[in-house]
């Protein structure tokens, strides 16, 4: 399995960008399909986006499609998040998990971050 450390979250106003990062340490990585997940105060754990190994195929849950775009660099064991026109119901701790498929399914994750807080005031 893989180890993975997010970064990049922060405070933001609506409107705003970020782009979070998660690098996950280990060989293997290329061979991970890999998923962002977010869990808002009192709420549970939901999919939003994931891609495949090569990153050819993406899922992106509809809450998010047109505003956040996932991608990967193998060779820098990392992928990112680019998150455009922030709103205050993004505001979340955003997680990152590796899968050996591509899924929204949080149970087929085997590995997970610890998250990163982001917040989009209004």
């Known amino acids: 399995q893989v180890q993975l450390v997010e970064s990049g979250g922060g405070l933001v106003q609506a409107g705003d960008s970020l782009r979070l990062s998660c690098v996950a340490s280990g060989r293997t990585f290329s061979s991970y399909a890999m998923g962002w997940f977010r869990q808002a105060p009192g709420k549970e754990r939901e999919f939003v986006v994931a891609i495949g190994w090569s990153g050819a195929t993406t899922r992106y849950a509809d809450s998010v499609k047109g505003r956040f775009t996932i991608s990967r660099d193998n060779a820098k064991n990392t992928v990112f998040l680019q998150m455009n026109s922030l709103k205050p119901e993004d505001t979340a701790v955003y997680y990152c998990?590796?899968?050996?498929?591509?899924?929204?399914?949080?149970?087929?994750?085997?590995?997970w971050g610890r998250g990163t807080q982001v917040t989009v005031s209004s």
């Open positions: 998990a590796a899968s050996r498929v591509v899924t929204s399914d949080p149970l087929s994750y085997v590995s």
